[in-house]
């Protein structure tokens, strides 16, 4: 307990699945929250009441990371109120778009890499700048994706948005080295989250997802907050760089059979 003691996280999509559950387990180790959120600002005041229960302090904003300027603004208020921003978990994202490259509209291509790929960019370059205000220090985790690495047909939006953010973390890591900095991804597989909300209410059709996965189970929010946690506290002070995989082994799986 208490790894985060005295600290302000600002993180991103918090309003529900990884993103809250990152919240709250942050909560439980001392830090301060900056709760964002798109459109669901209820989500949002569920994790506002968990962080509140730790004793902690947290405020809601609402943005659209996709926009420059909102992400300016978030920034201003989430400092006017707390102070600082010590680690940064770039969460946020919406899925791929199921529609194969002949198909897809420019539209839906730009939205993806917009919010996925931009927003973390525009919240990164925020954060840094503050940081290096601050004199240097601080943390910040991306949640990408195994399609980082995995890539499947009519999913070409997201999976080049979450490889750009692979090789973004890795140029920001070598970038803010001296100034202890640390950039890191979380890719998660297949978590029981409302991105994957055909899994949740489902049975059958996560068992069939599960089929694939050497460990047989999908995995659960809390356990992505868990390593968040480590990322973000000075126990993870010598690791930056590094793309963490969470899919119960399966990344290694594809390609059995062949």
Same mark, same amino acid.
């Given at each position: 307990?208490?790894?985060?003691? =005295?600290?302000?996280?600002?993180?991103?999509?918090?309003?529900?699945?990884? $993103?809250?559950? #990152?919240?709250?387990? +942050?909560?439980?180790?001392?830090?301060?929250?900056?709760?964002?959120?798109?459109?669901?600002?209820? $989500?949002?005041?569920? #994790?506002?009441?968990?962080?509140?229960?730790? @004793?902690?302090?947290?405020?809601?904003?609402?943005?659209?990371?996709?926009?420059?300027?909102?992400?300016?603004?978030?920034?201003?208020?989430?400092?006017?109120?707390?102070?600082?921003?010590?680690?940064?978990?770039?969460?946020?994202?919406? @899925?791929?778009?199921?529609?194969?490259?002949?198909?897809?509209?420019?539209?839906?291509?730009?939205?993806?890499?917009?919010?996925?790929?931009?927003? #973390?960019?525009?919240?990164?370059?925020?954060?840094?700048?503050?940081?290096?205000?601050?004199? $240097?220090?601080?943390?910040?985790?991306?949640?990408?994706?195994?399609?980082?690495?995995?890539?499947?047909?009519?999913?070409?939006?997201?999976?080049?948005?979450?490889?750009?953010?692979?090789?973004?973390?890795?140029?920001?890591?070598?970038?803010?080295?001296?100034?202890?900095?640390?950039?890191?991804?979380?890719?998660? =597989?297949?978590?029981?989250?409302?991105?994957?909300?055909?899994?949740?209410?489902?049975?059958?059709?996560?068992?069939?997802?599960?089929?694939?996965?050497?460990?047989?189970?999908?995995?659960?929010?809390?356990?992505?907050?868990?390593?968040?946690?480590?990322?973000?506290?000075?126990?993870?002070?010598?690791?930056?760089?590094?793309? +963490?995989?969470?899919?119960?082994?399966?990344?290694?799986?594809? $390609?059995?059979?062949?």
């Amino acid at each position: 307990m208490d790894k985060l003691q =005295g600290k302000v996280a600002l993180i991103t999509g918090s309003d529900s699945g990884i $993103g809250q559950a #990152t919240a709250i387990e +942050y909560a439980k180790e001392g830090a301060d929250i900056v709760i964002c959120y798109h459109t669901d600002r209820e $989500g949002a005041e569920k #994790t506002l009441l968990q962080v509140e229960k730790q @004793n902690r302090k947290a405020i809601v904003l609402q943005v659209d990371i996709s926009d420059e300027q909102q992400v300016e603004q978030l920034f201003e208020q989430a400092l006017k109120n707390l102070g600082t921003i010590d680690i940064l978990v770039n969460n946020a994202a919406v @899925n791929g778009s199921g529609i194969r490259v002949a198909d897809m509209s420019t539209e839906v291509f730009d939205r993806t890499i917009k919010t996925n790929l931009y927003g #973390t960019f525009f919240c990164s370059r925020a954060f840094i700048r503050h940081r290096k205000q601050q004199g $240097g220090k601080g943390k910040i985790i991306n949640i990408s994706s195994v399609h980082e690495e995995i890539v499947s047909a009519g999913t070409a939006d997201y999976c080049a948005s979450k490889a750009g953010i692979r090789n973004l973390a890795r140029t920001m890591a070598l970038e803010l080295a001296e100034d202890g900095i640390n950039v890191n991804n979380i890719c998660p =597989g297949m978590i029981l989250t409302p991105m994957n909300q055909e899994a949740v209410e489902d049975k059958k059709a996560r068992e069939e997802s599960e089929r694939h996965i050497p460990m047989k189970r999908a995995g659960k929010p809390e356990e992505i907050a868990k390593v968040a946690v480590f990322l973000a506290s000075s126990d993870a002070d010598y690791v930056t760089g590094s793309s +963490y995989f969470m899919d119960g082994g399966l990344s290694h799986n594809v $390609g059995q059979g062949a």
